[in-house]
């Protein structure tokens, strides 16, 4: 199966497959088997498992760039794509060439038709490929990013060295819970013997959870907060500086490119990761190595800077949290300014709930749709907007939109299947 095929196959089965799916609708049993016959490639790098509700794909890349900095081969397994779906799967920082991609992939879906499970779990297959990947090319150590939950979740199949767990929120529901007890109690089952637990600030019903939950996995728990200081000298529209100190080692002039004051909590989480890593490795954090590694993280789909004077931002904000961050994360690093948004949702979103922090910093927003996704119509998105007092209007297309406003500061955002047009 070549890239094209292997595209074409997705077009056609990758919705299709998550109809009626659940989260125990793949038997553990079935894909230890499944990884018995490849060798058991989870086994030969050592793992950074992280979970959350928000946070573990900017967590992940921080990992991967500070190890990286330090010499060793890093992958990530990371999710969902925003424009080519071999992105899912890095190699210092790098998506895999297509062709490696597909035929990884492909070798994978043609198994799955032998056994009677084409089309089902494409996504599965797609990270037992990633396992492969990493083991054929010699990574050192992986960061790898849950889809969905912990406890249920095909990455559950490692026996991380650190399971990291950012700020957890209610998501999913009922699909993992109804309480953030249920939903934490889904997240903590990727701690496992041997492991080491390190978790962002959480609510106390959050940390009672992890606390047991580590507690019965016979794991010790890292709070970042205890391990991990951060002190913030400036903000500006190129990232953060600020000094590190992890236990008793200073790391000085740190370059955080990532913007907001939610990525320097997701630096600390990286930072203590990284440390428990490089010991299990038998090295140790560097502060030089990690200035460069912090230093050339990348992201994209997150706050990103694609143009300037004036400024083009793009940011995949989608909940009322994360548009909190965005707003925070705009008024620290671009202050003084109001912004022209472009916004479009996708799924059942709540407008009027996204719109409600963003007010403070919206001189007028776009709405526009979303195509080829369940999109929340423009109309309603406008409606929302003007009912917290913010200027609206509608386009036609994210085209329309941009060309309008070519001569403000403008910010794309509401949906990652925005970053890909």
């Known amino acids: 199966m070549d890239y094209p095929e292997l595209l074409k196959y997705f077009d056609e089965h990758w919705l299709k497959r998550s109809t009626n799916e659940t989260l125990a609708d793949y038997p553990f049993d079935d894909l230890r088997a499944l990884l018995a016959e490849r060798g058991d490639p989870q086994r030969a790098v ?41 992105e899912r799967i890095r190699i210092g920082g790098a998506p895999i060439d297509r062709e490696s991609f597909a035929r990884y992939v492909g070798e994978e879906i043609a ?11 494409i996504w599965r297959l797609i990270f037992v490929a990633a396992l492969r990947v990493f083991r054929d090319r010699g990574v050192d150590a992986a960061a790898i990013e849950v889809g969905a939950g912990g406890r249920f979740d095909p990455t559950n199949i490692v026996a991380p060295v650190v399971a990291c767990l950012t700020p957890i929120s209610l998501e999913h529901v009922p699909r993992l819970g109804t309480t953030l007890a249920e939903i934490a109690a889904q997240k903590v089952a990727i701690v496992k013997s041997g492991s080491v637990a390190i978790s962002a600030a959480q609510t106390a019903t959050v940390h009672a ?58 630096l600390a989480m990286a930072l203590l990761a990284s440390d428990e890593m490089l010991r299990a490795l038998g090295r140790r954090l560097d502060p030089a190595s990690t200035v460069v590694g912090v230093g050339r993280a990348t992201w994209p789909g997150r706050l990103v800077r694609l143009g300037r004077d004036p400024d083009l931002l793009y940011d995949g904000a989608h909940t009322p949290e994360s548009a909190a961050a965005l707003a925070g994360a705009l008024r620290d690093h671009f202050p003084r300014r109001r912004w022209r948004l472009v916004v479009g949702l996708v799924g059942r979103r709540d407008p009027g709930a ?52 070519a001569e403000r500061d403008v910010c794309v955002t509401g949906s990652l299947y925005l970053y890909a047009r």
């Open 46 to 86: 050592a793992t950074a498992h992280i979970t959350g509700s928000k946070g573990k794909g900017s967590t992940a890349t921080l990992i991967a760039a500070i190890l990286g900095s330090h010499g060793l081969r890093v992958g990530t397994f990371t999710s969902p794509h925003l424009v080519d779906v071999e």
């Open 111 to 121: 198994a799955a038709r032998q056994r009677g499970d084409e089309a089902r779990f």
């Open 209 to 266: 959870t992890i606390a047991a939950g580590a507690a019965l996995a016979g794991a010790p728990l890292l709070r970042v907060g205890d391990r991990v200081h951060l002190h913030v000298h400036a903000r500006d529209p190129s990232g953060t500086r600020l000094t590190a100190r992890v236990g008793n080692l200073t790391v000085s002039d740190v370059h955080l490119p990532l913007l907001g004051a939610h990525q320097v909590e997701n």
């Open 354 to 405: 996204f719109f409600a922090p963003l007010a403070a910093i919206a001189g007028e927003i776009v709405a526009v749709p979303v195509p080829g996704f369940d999109a929340v119509d423009p109309f309603a998105i406008a409606a929302a907007a003007r009912a917290h007092g913010i200027s609206s209007v509608v386009a036609d297309a994210l085209e329309d939109a941009l060309a309008s406003g």
